[in-house]
């Protein structure tokens, strides 16, 4: 997995890039990542903060801190997520919200995580192995 992916929140004030490789692909399922997308899970692209870069429109983001270790970074426009930090479990590191990348990149998931607190009726898929800390 090499290459740079891009992204932007969908007012396109904020513009990211990043290069691969990730360090993790992950589903998330825990109540943070609900609550904080509005969807059933989360799908993350763990990059290491020196591979992801701004582009655009630094100025338009806010930043939310959800908990003590968990903060969230969006496009005070119109409201995506553009990436989260989780210091307790990657430090140094970028959550890149996965909607967001543009064009068609394939970034199989490594993992399905927080998979006990998922929504009711979600299926996980068998085929990714699953991690609940
Ligand atoms: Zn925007
Ligand atoms: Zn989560």
Not at 94 to 111: K, S
């Amino acid at each position: 997995m090499s290459g740079v992916i891009r992204g932007s929140c969908h007012c396109k004030a904020v513009a990211w890039q990043a290069r691969l490789p990730p360090k993790i692909v992950i589903n998330c399922h825990c109540s943070l990542c609900r609550q904080l997308s509005g969807a059933d899970y989360s799908a993350w692209v763990v990059i290491p903060n020196e591979q992801f870069r701004i582009n655009k429109g630094s100025d338009s983001v806010s930043h939310y801190s959800a908990s003590e270790h968990f903060s969230k970074v969006f496009c005070k426009v119109c409201g995506s997520t553009v990436s989260c930090v989780n210091n307790a479990k990657f430090p140094d590191h970028t959550y890149v919200a996965r909607g967001n990348i543009l064009g068609d990149v394939a970034l199989p998931v490594d993992l399905q995580v927080y998979t006990n607190d998922r929504a009711q009726g979600i299926h996980l898929d068998a085929d990714i192995p699953v991690y609940n800390p």
